[in-house]
């Protein structure tokens, strides 16, 4: 934080540069029993419209996205999220460290339970298992 300090002065920078530096014990806290890190990640095109609908405003970055994308987005985590339950797993959604401190804020009221993690927060020796991916009918924001 010291260090990073001296670089900027952004609340949101910061919380993300220390959650980058604390990459292993992160990984540790979402580790399942079989060593590895369930992830479900963001289809790229998804991803990449989440990306733009990226929106200043005084609480910090905001992903604003149309109603329908909303829903559609939350009815695909949901979905996702209950078939890796039905397989016995707790996953984490895995994206981009741009995105994933507004992502959480989206998804907190829906599935509180499911951890966003930024791919720089992951250790680089855990091992992955990309166990889904969620999709929306249409990407755009």
Same mark, same amino acid.
């Given at each position: 934080?010291?260090?990073?300090?001296?670089?900027?002065? !952004?609340? !949101?920078?910061?919380?993300? @540069?220390?959650?980058?530096?604390?990459?292993?014990?992160?990984?540790?806290?979402?580790?399942?029993?079989?060593?590895?890190?369930?992830?479900?990640?963001?289809?790229? %095109?998804?991803?990449?419209?989440?990306?733009?609908?990226?929106?200043?405003?005084?609480? @910090?970055?905001?992903?604003?996205?149309?109603?329908?994308?909303?829903? *559609?987005?939350?009815?695909?985590?949901?979905?996702?999220? +209950?078939?890796?339950?039905?397989?016995?797993?707790?996953?984490?959604?895995?994206?981009?460290?741009?995105?994933? %401190?507004?992502?959480? *804020?989206?998804?907190? %009221?829906?599935?509180?339970?499911?951890?966003?993690?930024?791919?720089? !927060?992951?250790?680089?020796?855990? !091992?992955? +298992?990309?166990?889904?991916?969620? +999709?929306?009918?249409?990407?755009?924001?």
């Amino acid at each position: 934080l010291a260090d990073l300090g001296r670089q900027t002065k !952004e609340i !949101e920078a910061l919380t993300e @540069g220390v959650r980058t530096a604390l990459a292993r014990q992160i990984t540790m806290q979402h580790r399942a029993p079989d060593n590895r890190i369930h992830a479900m990640t963001l289809n790229p %095109r998804l991803e990449q419209s989440l990306a733009q609908a990226l929106t200043p405003t005084d609480a @910090g970055m905001a992903l604003v996205v149309s109603p329908d994308l909303l829903q *559609r987005l939350l009815t695909a985590v949901a979905a996702q999220l +209950e078939r890796a339950a039905a397989q016995g797993r707790q996953p984490v959604l895995l994206t981009s460290s741009r995105i994933r %401190r507004p992502l959480r *804020r989206l998804l907190e %009221r829906s599935v509180p339970a499911l951890p966003v993690i930024a791919f720089a !927060e992951i250790a680089r020796e855990a !091992e992955v +298992e990309a166990i889904a991916q969620v +999709e929306v009918e249409y990407a755009a924001a």
